[in-house]
């Protein structure tokens, strides 16, 4: 079992940055790719970025493409997920996400989940 714990949610501006960080124990994550996801009250969980668990391969959604930027430290057990420019519909409950999977990209590809963290960005 991984048991996930994300950190660095918060209330920004739009224009300002938040760095998320996910702790995972239980096991290394070094065989895991990782992933985040958000969701936005009265949507669905949507994928936002992935990366592979040597960090060669990263993939983002669209909207946040050349914004956010995801990477791990398997040394520390912990993946990170940057967060520039953030804009009113960035405002969502980030999860993050732990894969057996090479490239995961859909929700179903995820093993296990963190609790979750508010990122509020107000205009």
């Known amino acids: 079992q991984v048991q996930l714990v994300e950190f660095g949610g918060g209330l920004v501006q739009a224009g300002g940055s938040l760095r998320l960080s996910c702790a995972a124990s239980?096991?290394?994550?070094?065989?895991?790719?990782m992933g985040w996801f958000r969701q936005a009250l009265g949507k669905e969980r949507e994928f936002v970025a992935a990366?592979?668990?040597?960090?060669?391969?990263?993939y983002y959604v669209d909207s946040v493409k050349g914004r956010f930027t995801i990477s791990r430290d398997n040394a520390k057990n912990t993946v990170y997920l940057q967060m520039n420019s953030l804009k009113p519909e960035d405002t969502a409950v980030y999860y993050c996400?732990?894969?057996?999977?090479?490239?995961?990209?859909?929700?179903?590809?995820?093993?296990?989940w963190g609790q979750g963290t508010q990122v509020t960005v107000s205009s």
């Open positions: 239980g096991r290394t994550i070094s065989s895991y790719a």
């Open positions: 990366i592979s668990w040597g960090g060669v391969w990263t």
């Open positions: 996400s732990a894969s057996l999977a090479a490239t995961p990209m859909t929700h179903e590809e995820y093993n296990y």
